[in-house]
């Protein structure tokens, strides 16, 4: 398809419709934005009956030119006057600021851009296709979008990852109580599938990162055994990267499911541009992934919820997959979001790897700036090390770090985080992440102190900061963000100077806890869990001292927020691990979502 790969046959259909002035007699309803342009009319009826231009009839073009006045205007408008009630006049219209019961036009017209994206949101009418059965335009992006990542078929997802985790679910889990293979710390959609499926679910215990203490997918030993031990499992499904960038090659665990049968699934909603430039991790479709989802929006250029879903090989029933994603997405899907994931495609197919050429020279330039700034350290895979690890830290056999022992924590490693460092070994470049190595501040108060001079990370922990850059990253941008660290090194230093004493806020490595880090102690993989829709009976439920409750079953999903990977699910046996680890967290102030005992000193256990 080289020679249609600069092309966007769904955007430039909707520009087709946008300039064809047809008459509207079907949905949506603001009727391409006509109906607040109606609101602003001035000098006489609006007049859409002459001739067609370009873009729109010379009454539209008028009205047009009106309407971006009058925002414009408006917007200039300062809180003082609209407080005050004084109105201005732009364009004939009279604007008023005050709480008058009989508002002006333009209190209650969106602004021009807005106005404009309407008239791109259309419905499933002539030559603009249907997601849900494409034979034209749609067809042809999907197919596009096929070529540019790599896969035998793609589909566009207007409800963001979550649409795509629920649809590989729901097929894979093609009877009651079918059983999956799933990683523990994954995204709640998936969870959410399960329970839609009425699904079991093994839960796989991720490979734990000895030097930054997260966890990052399970290893490949984690995954052998798994398969082994359940070969009538329907599928294994892993996340990959994780939420810091974190990753591993997957071509071996995918030669272990398919040697076994099994598609695997991926989560890669934070990798769509995985694979498409040589400084970037390899693609889960390039290391043999059957299913693949991406969150287009996040890390390219789609507009927010939209998202691919890509499959290849012939371990996925294609035929129920489309039935699944019909019935999960909406009969009325967002034009302007898939229009956005046609143009996100387009630009990966036109331009290649220079996408990413000014995005990566403003993480580069942003690291190396940050290499001067000595307080600071950065995330990476232990090869790649030249600085000290977190404060606290202490070296292991080989050379690495791990966790000192510590109250209510596991003295060792959980089984899956036992082999080799194979299971951290690529980083995305674009997620930089960053930590205060003076331990001064912890992820949550660097991220405040960044937030106070115009700096918005993706998230933080108790130690960490994900700065999230992308190909539409600046050199200014990155210039604007190291600023911003040196005057927060700066003002530590004066602090200091004036005798001030430094108080630690981030705690030791022994001490440090992240609610992404969700794994049991002992064993590589959980007991088979059933889901279902079917809530628990209240008088099926008991609540147990969290110190007695070990070895019963829980009643409730544990979920430690952010980001919302639950601990414990319900109908999950409580081990001596989980309740370490609840306790750990909880003494430490952590949320909790899911529990009915919001202080965790009882937990809802199921009467057996």
């Not at 499933?124 to 999907?142: K, M, N, R, Y």
């Amino acid at each position: 398809m080289e020679h249609k790969s600069n092309t966007a046959p769904l955007y430039e259909a909707l520009l087709t419709y946008r300039d064809s002035g047809q008459r509207s007699f079907h949905v949506p309803g603001h009727k391409n934005g006509q109906v607040y342009r109606r609101l602003l009319e001035q000098g006489g009826p609006y007049q859409s009956d002459g001739p067609v231009g370009n873009h729109q009839n010379q009454g539209e073009a008028d009205l047009e030119q009106r309407l971006e006045r009058s925002v414009t205007e408006v917007e200039k408008c300062s809180p003082q006057d609209k407080e005050q009630g004084q109105g201005i006049e732009p364009g004939g219209l009279t604007i008023h600021g005050g709480d008058e019961a009989e508002g002006s036009a333009t209190d209650v017209v969106p602004v021009s851009a807005f106005l404009e994206m309407m008239r791109l949101d259309v419905t499933e009418i002539s030559g603009t296709d249907d997601l849900h059965h494409p034979e034209g335009v749609i067809l042809e992006a999907q197919q596009l979008a096929a070529d540019c990542f790599g896969a035998e078929e793609s589909f566009f997802l207007v409800g963001g990852s979550t649409a795509g985790n629920l649809s590989l679910l729901l097929t894979v889990c093609n009877e009651p109580n079918s059983l999956v293979l799933v990683q523990r710390n994954v995204h709640k959609s998936v969870i959410h599938g399960l329970m839609l499926a009425g699904a079991r679910a093994v839960f796989l215990e991720p490979w734990v990162d000895p030097a930054s203490g997260l966890a990052v997918m399970p290893s490949l030993e984690t995954v052998q055994a798994a398969v082994q031990a359940y070969p009538e499992a329907k599928a294994v499904l892993v996340t990959l990267p994780n939420y810091y960038g974190m990753g591993a090659d997957l071509t071996p665990i995918a030669e272990v499911c398919h040697e076994a049968g099994m598609p695997l699934l991926v989560d890669e909603a934070h990798g769509a541009h995985y694979g498409q430039h040589p400084e970037l991790p390899a693609s889960a479709l390039s290391c043999g992934a059957d299913g693949v989802v991406q969150s287009t929006h996040k890390m390219l250029s789609a507009f927010t919820m939209g998202a691919m879903l890509h499959v290849q090989g012939p371990r996925m029933n294609r035929s129920l997959l489309r039935q699944r994603l019909a019935m999960v997405q909406s009969s009325s899907p967002s034009y302007p979001v898939m229009a956005s994931l046609d143009l996100a495609r387009r630009l990966l197919h036109v331009q290649g790897a220079n996408t990413f050429t000014a995005g990566l020279a403003a993480v580069n330039a942003f690291k190396r700036g940050l290499a001067e700034l000595p307080r600071f350290q950065l995330l990476q895979p232990a090869e790649l090390l030249q600085q000290d690890p977190p404060a606290g830290a202490k070296p292991a056999t080989g050379g690495k770090f791990e966790a000192a022992a510590v109250a209510g924590r596991p003295e060792a490693l959980p089984a899956a985080a036992l082999p080799s460092a194979a299971g951290y070994t690529a980083q995305d470049p674009f997620k930089a992440v960053i930590y205060d190595g003076t331990g001064v501040l912890s992820g949550y108060g660097l991220q405040q102190q960044l937030e106070a001079r115009g700096c918005v990370p993706e998230m933080s922990d108790e130690r960490y900061v994900v700065l999230l850059f992308s190909l539409g990253s600046t050199l200014s941008d990155a210039e604007h963000l190291l600023q911003a660290l040196r005057q927060i090194s700066l003002v530590q230093e004066q602090n200091q100077s004036f005798g001030e004493q430094s108080q630690r806020f981030t705690k030791d490595s022994e001490n440090y806890i992240s609610t992404w880090n969700n794994f049991q102690e002992g064993t590589p993989f959980s007991e088979p869990i059933p889901f279902s829709l079917q809530p628990i009976k209240e008088e099926d439920t008991a609540e147990v001292s969290i110190e007695k409750c070990e070895g019963l079953r829980s009643a409730e999903m544990v979920i430690p927020y952010p980001p919302g990977i639950p601990l414990m699910y319900a109908g999950e046996r409580i081990s001596p691990s989980m309740t370490a680890r609840i306790k750990l967290l909880r003494d430490e102030g952590a949320r909790f979502h899911g529990v009915s005992d919001n202080s965790l000193q009882t937990l809802k256990i199921i009467r057996e």
